[in-house]
């Protein structure tokens, strides 16, 4: 069964202090890896996909990476319009379209 | 549409009341998709539609759940005889059937008094 652990649960960072979220997947057979942002009240913002150990794709402050056992989203020089949970989500090759979610790291960016 | 559609977007169901959620995918989408959320949680799996066939319901929690998409577009999730344990938020996503372009929903949030 796909597994996809998330750390910290919570982040709470400065202002332009910068960080990185983890992701560990276990899947017997990768097709995609995928990093969502969610707002309260907000269904999940795709941000990313990532289908191959060594890639690397970026957006604005957003970067993300991925290893054959786990994947990083780097935030550099946060701001608060930031603060969100972050979800990573992974596609095992070997089924439909079904998607596994992580529990999400709940980012938050201080003034 | 622009979107992913749903509605209602809040719905207070009394125990035992059946419920029904709509979900209006971006036109063209063949995939479908809808998820459970929990308070604190990620999203978990309930189904997958590609046009109007269900591939996958292996996430439906019990039998009181069910699942259509009768002509390949609109879907409806229904909720018999609500529990408790059901409320949650109710998120469909949709796609044209890639892996890196699920779109999803504001979602559906369901309270069982």
């Known amino acids: 069964e796909d597994q996809v652990t998330q750390s910290p649960e919570a982040l709470r960072l400065q202002e332009g202090e910068s960080s990185s979220l983890n992701c560990s997947y276990t899947?017997?057979?990768?097709?995609?890896l995928f990093w969502y942002r969610q707002d309260p009240g907000k269904g999940p913002e795709f941000l990313f996909t990532?289908?191959?150990a060594g890639e690397e794709k970026e957006k604005e402050r957003l970067k993300a990476t991925l290893t054959k056992k786990e994947s990083f989203l780097h935030i550099t020089a946060p701001k608060p319009e930031d603060s969100a949970t972050y979800l990573c989500?992974?596609?095992?090759?070997?089924?439909?379209?079904?998607?596994?979610f992580g529990i999400g790291t709940k980012l938050q960016v201080i003034p | 549409g622009a979107g992913v559609s749903q509605s209602p977007r809040y719905k207070v169901a009394k125990r035992g009341q059946d419920v029904a959620l709509r979900c209006d995918p971006i036109?063209?989408?063949?995939?479908l998709f809808w998820y459970q959320q929990a308070l604190g949680q990620g999203p978990e799996f309930l189904t997958y539609?590609?046009?109007?066939?269900?591939?996958?319901k292996s996430g439906l929690p019990s039998d009181r759940f069910f699942a259509e998409r009768p002509e390949g577009s609109v879907s409806t999730l229904k909720i018999q005889r609500t529990q408790q344990e059901d409320s949650a938020v109710y998120l469909c996503a949709s796609s044209l059937g890639s892996p890196d372009t699920i779109y999803f929903g504001e979602g559906s949030w369901l309270t069982v008094v």
């Open positions: 899947v017997s057979g990768l097709r995609g």
């Open positions: 989500a992974v596609q095992d090759s070997g089924g439909y379209q079904k998607v596994t």
């Open positions: 539609f590609q046009n109007e066939a269900q591939l996958d």
């Open positions: 990532l289908y191959s």
């Open positions: 036109s063209g989408h063949v995939s």
